[in-house]
């Protein structure tokens, strides 16, 4: 007779990371649209709870160059592998046709790490950046990129290519970084990607994100969040480690509502212009929200007169 062993389970999540299904009209007419024109975002693929949220709010989050990372994160759902150079010539068209589709005021476009790629797939992203911008021109766009292993061609032609927001995220503190992190994906090249782009544009605004619940201290937290804003970092997001399968990290801690709050308060004292923080916080979580979208307005007003004055 077969002896069937207990399952294993996951941690059971505390209330205050239980959210209800996104039920509106206006989301499911999204969906239905993109269907018919065989177009998908991350926000679903996903399953991101802020998903009716932030798509009612004319927000979503694309990733390019494919399904397949070639690195091997322990905290990531993504599946590695090594797609051997292949990359879609119609993917820049295909992510104009969605933000145009969706009608979106702000698209944050993600990638897959491309290690087998010459460039990390930096050419493509900058495609995309120009197909988005080119096809709806009221759109902010924000990146969220790979660190290109330090390549800072790579990291120049993204930034030429000229999105509004680039963010590349830390992910954890350092001492964490080697046991949460692929061995490519140091906490000083992060730290690097971020200061070469200021030093690039330095009115570009720069974001960067941060998992809690991997087992790190608040004195830990606090002095990441010190080096991002070392290297000019103006917005951060903060949220809940999540663990996607029971062969990735576990959840140290789940990180109560309150603690998010007070952290981000601690980091507006350190200057950060935007901070989200809260258990369901993802990266791209609101990232068009009211304040940020004033921002970047404002900044695009001064360039316009600059470039009218000269």
């Not at 996951?10 to 239980?18: E, I, Q, S």
């Not at 399953?47 to 390019?64: D, F, Q, R, V």
């Not at 941060?210 to 997001?237: H, K, N, S």
Request: charged share 25%.
């Amino acid at each position: 007779m077969k002896v069937l062993k207990d399952k294993v389970r996951l941690p059971r999540k505390p209330d205050w990371l239980r959210v209800p299904l996104p039920g509106s009209g206006e989301f499911h007419q999204i969906k239905t649209g993109l269907r018919e024109k065989k177009l998908f975002t991350v926000c679903e693929e996903a399953k991101c709870p802020n998903i009716g949220e932030c798509w009612s709010e004319g927000t979503a989050t694309l990733m390019i160059l494919g399904e397949t990372c070639t690195r091997g994160c322990r905290f990531c759902a993504v599946s590695s592998g090594n797609p051997n150079g292949w990359l879609d010539p119609l993917e820049p068209a295909k992510c104009a046709d969605t933000v145009v589709a969706m009608q979106l005021s702000y698209v944050v476009v993600t990638c897959v790490d491309r290690d087998d790629l010459e460039d990390g797939g930096a050419g493509q992203f900058a495609r995309v950046i120009r197909a988005i911008n080119e096809a709806q021109p009221d759109c902010f766009v924000e990146v969220l990129t790979s660190d290109y292993c330090g390549n800072r061609a790579a990291i120049s032609q993204i930034v030429e290519a000229g999105p509004d927001v680039f963010a590349h995220n830390i992910e954890t503190v350092r001492s964490l970084t080697p046991s949460v992190r692929d061995p490519r994906a140091t906490y000083q090249q992060s730290l690097d990607v971020l200061a070469y782009v200021k030093e690039l544009e330095p009115r570009r605004i720069t974001k960067s994100s941060l998992m809690l619940g991997l087992g790190e201290t608040r004195t830990q937290i606090l002095e990441t969040l010190a080096d991002l804003r070392g290297v000019g970092v103006d917005a951060l997001t903060l949220g809940q480690y999540l663990q996607p399968t029971r062969k990735h990290l576990d959840v140290q801690e789940f990180i109560a509502p309150e603690v998010f709050d007070d952290l981000a308060d601690q980091a507006r004292d350190m200057g950060f212009l935007y901070v989200a923080s809260g258990p369901l916080v993802r990266s791209s979580y609101k990232a068009g929200e009211f304040f940020l979208k004033n921002e970047l307005a404002r900044r695009k007003a001064y360039e316009l007169r600059d470039k009218l004055v000269v």
